[in-house]
């Protein structure tokens, strides 16, 4: 079935930049997602890429997508306290009719 | 604006109790609706989903069901729970009028912890 594999920890230090990675399976994906879960709480949406780009900025947001590799990582810039979360790597599967499939979540510390 | 409400947001329940989290939708018609898992060390499983009225696929075989009474409320219920059925549930929409059906908004989640 499909996949969505990602390191499960990660720790940087405030103001250093953080790069989480991601790699699918499905090459058909169109969409491919990050969400951030803060503890106890819902699934929000950070960003998504379209399977034809290679690269989106938000801000200190940045994805780049490998599409050959079936690559995808989520860098973030001057990284702040505030953004100790567990980031979920997610690749829409199925077309209209379809889901999400995620991974297991990268839990990001940062150390002050 | 679309918004999705999902509670109770923690629930104790003892094994063998019956269960049922309730999910619903403001601002949109006819979304798609998913029940999600969180188990610790597990990530996101699909549980259920929902393309219509009373259509509901149910992705693994487990002591689980879900109905859509309505179109924008989903209830996920067992009648007897396990204590495998802890974690965090959580209920997420997607499609609708002038949403692209491609991406995915979730509610606050459930913490259920079955003891």
């Known amino acids: 079935g499909e996949d969505v594999e990602q390191s499960l920890f990660l720790s940087v230090r405030e103001g250093d930049s953080s790069v989480i990675n991601c790699t699918y399976t499905?090459?058909?994906?169109?969409?491919l997602y990050w969400y951030k879960q803060e503890p106890g709480a819902g699934l929000q949406l950070l960003t998504y890429i379209f399977s034809n780009m290679d690269m989106k900025q938000d801000q200190r947001l940045t994805v780049l997508l490998n599409k050959k590799d079936k690559h995808l990582s989520l860098r973030i810039a001057d990284t702040q306290t505030g953004d100790s979360a567990i980031y979920f790597c997610a690749e829409w599967y199925g077309g209209s009719q379809g889901n999400l499939i995620f991974g297991k979540g990268t839990k990001l510390s940062v150390k002050p | 604006s679309q918004t999705i409400h999902q509670w109770p947001a923690t629930l104790v329940q003892p094994v063998g109790s019956p269960l049922s989290l309730e999910c619903t939708v403001e601002?949109?018609?006819?979304?798609?609706l998913y029940w999600y898992r969180q188990a610790a060390g597990r990530g996101l499983q699909l549980l259920f989903y929902s393309v219509g009225i009373g259509q509901i696929s149910s992705e693994v075989p487990q002591n689980l069901s879900a109905s859509r009474p309505q179109d924008r409320q989903f209830i996920l219920s067992s009648k007897k729970l396990l204590l495998s059925d802890s974690g965090f549930y959580l209920c997420?929409?997607?499609?609708?009028?002038?949403?692209?059906?491609?991406?995915?908004?979730f509610g606050q989640g459930t913490r259920l912890t079955v003891v």
């Open positions: 997420a929409w997607s499609g609708g009028n002038g949403v692209m059906n491609t991406e995915a908004f």
């Open positions: 499905d090459s058909s994906s169109t969409y």
């Open positions: 601002g949109t018609s006819n979304p798609n």
